[in-house]
T-cell receptor, first 110, second 114 residues
Framework: KNEVEQSPQNLTAQEGEFITINCSYSVGISALHWLQQHPGGGIVSLFMLSSGKKKHGRLIATINIQEKHSSLHITASHPRDSAVYIC????????????WGAGTKLIIKP | DAGVIQSPRHEVTEMGQEVTLRCKPISGHNSLFWYRQTMMRGLELLIY????????DSGMPEDRFSAKMPNASFSTLKIQPSEPRDSAVYFC????????????FGQGTRLTVV
């Protein structure tokens, strides 16, 4: 079993829909990252969380440390949100190593 | 700030040739990471530098791979000799204080070894 599991693996939705991507992990962590990767493109850091909730524009990330679970939400989704969304955690016993999820491929249709 | 700058963006080379990938981290960041991304294995950490010193190179696949960071504003990843299985996207990322803050990624170098 992977230490970081994302679901779903693939998600296709219509423009305007509310999107939720989930990340569950099995190790104790000091931080969780959400990143975005567009096809053929670079990787962009969206959020770094250690507790609670963060919001940036239409993106919201939440984390529940007790349940070892985080969600990334996209409100009013748009075709330009189509990308792979990656969850990565920094284990409590490491100050630099990230454990990566496999990513969720999101396609938003117009 | 221009962000993390990698060059080249694309590299196609023949098996056996030497390949050098370059990275300029964000000014002021003291941590630099080289990652490799493939379909099969996802993102793998190759090497981590802190204050220009290699801290963890356990992810470097084999002796054909080497990385240097001669100063705070430049790093190279060299593959010699290259093999087809080295084909991947190589990312450089930098941060301040290791993993304690967000890491900023470059656009990546897509390497194809034929």
């Amino acid at each position: 079993k992977n230490e970081v599991e994302q679901s779903p693996q693939n998600l296709t939705a219509q423009e305007g829909e509310f999107i939720t991507i989930n990340c569950s992990y099995s190790v104790g962590i000091s931080a969780l990252h959400w990143l975005q990767q567009h096809p053929g493109g670079g990787i962009v850091s969206l959020f770094m969380l250690s507790s609670g909730k963060k919001k940036h524009g239409r993106l919201i990330a939440t984390i529940n440390i007790q349940e070892k679970h985080s969600s990334l939400h996209i409100t009013a989704s748009h075709p330009r949100d189509s990308a792979v969304y990656i969850c990565a955690v920094r284990a409590r016993d490491s100050n630099y190593q990230l454990i990566w999820g496999a990513g969720t491929k999101l396609i938003i249709k117009p | 700030d221009a962000g993390v700058i990698q060059s080249p963006r694309h590299e196609v080379t023949e098996m056996g040739q030497e390949v050098t990938l370059r990275c300029k981290p964000i000014s002021g960041h003291n941590s630099l990471f080289w990652y490799r991304q493939t379909m099969m294995r996802g993102l793998e950490l190759l090497i981590y530098f802190n204050n220009n010193v290699p801290i963890d190179d356990s992810g470097m696949p084999e002796d054909r791979f080497s990385a240097k960071m001669p100063n705070a504003s430049f790093s190279t990843l060299k593959i010699q000799p290259s093999e087809p299985r080295d084909s991947a996207v190589y990312f450089c990322a930098s941060s301040f204080q290791g993993g304690g803050t967000e890491a900023f990624f470059g656009q990546g170098t897509r390497l194809t070894v034929v």
